[in-house]
């Protein structure tokens, strides 16, 4: 179920990772053990559900994703802090509102999965409407990238305002340029993480097809959309995640420490799952084969469930790190260090 899922929504990259005649050798060998034919067919979804809302695990951490993104994003809304004229309160606020932002769009991301994977009955319910089936679900496809894009970009952009307030760089610079320098970087960001995605989206299609076909160009546009970002925010925002998690400057307070441990064991979660979905897969069905035909459980072994856990942990995480990081600036602001 794992390949299919992840067939499904990146088809013209997994379709480049699986092909021995485009793919290095390593690549294409990982992509089979990592996703082994014998599991797809093992873990498939049961027989008897093909017409009801599936995954009901996975909609469980949908909901709460959701729950998680739009909750916080709105409690900040209603607690803005306010601008003045000191350069910490300005980045308190600049890592507040792309925080906000990257919440909203992760709340938004899970409500649009959980209307796609969750919801809406499979293709085959739709015997004489397939078409209106495939146009929704490729709607839905997209907003989840788009989303996901969206709220990693917000994140590579904080991770960057991390950084400032980590070197103390602020501290030297006028209020107004240091508003410009943030108000660029938005721009910057947005517009270099997405033409990265295009390109790379436009090269890997004219690689594998031999010809420019503008619609399949621009679904593998949308899919790296997701991935590029994603990547980009991972790289950038995990080392100070991991910095603050063992304290290294010992300059943190216990709930920035705190909440970056939560968060790196959400995203531990992650290549965790992918590494042992197969593993997983083939125990759960010999040992425990109830939970595999169970209408309530068949999925929580399931690659996509264990992601979204994952991506649940981790922002709750980031969400109590943040606070910890904007409550330490703006205590340093009013002590004037």
């Not at 709220?151 to 991770?159: G, K, T, Y």
């Not at 947005?190 to 031999?210: E, K, N, P, R, W």
């Amino acid at each position: 179920m794992s390949k299919e899922f992840s067939q499904r929504f990146f088809p013209k990259f997994t379709s480049f990772l699986s092909s021995p005649d485009l793919a290095p050798s390593f690549l294409v060998g990982a992509w089979n053990n990592i996703f082994p034919e014998d599991v797809s067919i093992l873990c498939s979804l049961p027989p008897k559900i093909a017409y009801f809302p599936q995954r009901p695990c996975l909609a469980i951490a949908a909901i709460y994703g959701a729950f998680i993104g739009l909750n916080s994003h709105f409690r900040r809304k209603k607690r803005t802090l306010h601008h003045d004229d000191s350069a910490r309160r300005i980045l308190a606020v600049s890592i507040q509102d792309s925080w906000s932002r990257a919440l909203l769009a992760f709340g938004s991301m899970n409500v649009a999965a959980l209307v796609h994977h969750c919801i809406i009955p499979p293709p085959k319910s739709y015997r004489n409407e397939l078409s209106a089936r495939e146009f929704i679900d490729s709607i839905l496809w997209a907003a989840d990238c788009i989303f996901t894009g969206l709220s990693s970009i917000n994140l590579f952009i904080m991770a960057y305002l991390l950084y400032i307030s980590y070197t103390k760089k602020f501290i030297s610079t006028e209020t107004l340029s240091l508003k410009q320098t943030i108000k660029r970087l938005r721009k910057s960001a947005h517009v270099s993480l997405l033409a990265i995605a295009v390109t790379t989206a436009m090269c890997l299609q004219l690689y594998c097809d031999g010809y420019f076909d503008f619609w399949v160009a621009l679904r593998a546009s949308i899919g790296m959309v997701y991935l590029i970002p994603l990547k980009a925010a991972a790289l950038c925002l995990l080392p100070f995640a991991l910095a603050c998690a063992f304290n290294v400057s010992g300059a943190f307070n216990t709930r920035s420490v705190t909440g970056a441990r939560i968060a790196i064991l959400g995203t531990m979660l992650i290549p965790a799952s992918l590494c042992f979905d197969a593993s997983m897969c083939r125990f759960v069905s010999k040992h425990a084969p109830n939970i595999k035909s169970s209408l309530l459980l068949h999925d929580v072994h399931h690659l996509p469930t264990l992601i979204f856990i994952g991506c649940d942990i981790t922002f709750v995480g980031f969400d109590i790190w943040v606070n910890g990081l904007i409550q330490e600036l703006l205590t340093q602001n009013k002590k004037g260090l």
